[in-house]
């Protein structure tokens, strides 16, 4: 079972401000995932990265934006928080596989 | 249009007895399919899949059964336990690639 780690946990801020949702893993894994997902609804991918300096857009239309510098880390960043980016993100990663493992989830509102 | 549904939002079952969640898709090109757990605030857990090439995966109380046919999937738990009281999704994949997730079930087991 992969290690994958989000941080923070919970996080509440104003609307406007810039916010990095923090995500890594320690299992070497290739590709990576980030998943926007609100109560009774389904996980929807936002960005997926294959590797070191690649990073796609996924189904769902963001605003936000990622980065994949090293290997082991994913950054996502929304350059101006709104109400409507309240949600849960997760982060996943694989070897390759068709199971993906997930972090705990960042819970985001936004005020 | 959801390709993978989930039309139960939630089931109750008392311990001990089967628990059957089931999951319908759309997409006839989809060659693996995954069952995760999720526990509010937490991130999804990996719990059992299946390739479209078997039509019954089994791992101690969990069993996922695949009706190809009928496009239809199913997750039995026997027998049922206090702790297996979470949201469950059902995933499904092409090549390796993304997951579509359905809006997930949540299945409460009492006393």
């Known amino acids: 079972e992969a290690d994958i780690y989000q941080t923070p946990r919970y996080l509440v801020i104003g609307t406007g401000k810039k916010i990095t949702l923090e995500c890594s893993q320690t299992?070497?894994?290739?590709?990576m995932y980030w998943y926007q997902q609100d109560p009774g609804m389904e996980l929807h991918l936002i960005h997926y990265?294959?590797?070191?300096?690649?990073?796609e857009k996924g189904d769902l239309s963001s605003e936000s934006t990622v980065s994949r510098i090293r290997t082991e880390h994913f950054p996502l960043t929304l350059e101006s928080a709104r109400p409507s980016h309240t949600s849960q993100y997760l982060c996943?990663?694989?070897?390759?596989?068709?199971?993906?493992?997930f972090g705990p989830g960042t819970r985001l509102t936004v005020t | 249009d959801q390709q993978v549904k989930q039309n139960s939002p939630s089931l109750s079952v008392q311990e001990g007895r089967i628990s059957i969640l089931n999951c319908d898709y759309t997409?006839?090109?989809?060659?693996?399919f995954l069952w995760y757990k999720k526990y509010p605030a937490e991130g999804p857990t990996f719990l059992i899949s299946i390739s479209s090439i078997k039509d019954k995966n089994e791992d101690g109380r969990f069993t996922v059964f695949l009706n190809k046919s009928a496009k239809h999937l199913s997750l039995h738990i026997v027998p049922s336990q206090p702790g297996d009281s979470a949201v469950y999704f059902c995933?499904?994949?092409?090549?390796?690639?993304?997951?579509?997730f359905g809006t997930g079930t949540r299945l409460q087991v009492f006393p």
């Open positions: 997409n006839s090109m989809f060659d693996y």
């Open positions: 299992m070497g894994h290739d590709k």
């Open positions: 996943a990663s694989t070897a390759g596989a068709y199971e993906q493992y």
């Open positions: 990265s294959y590797g070191v300096n690649s990073t």
């Open positions: 995933a499904a994949s092409f090549g390796a690639d993304k997951l579509i």
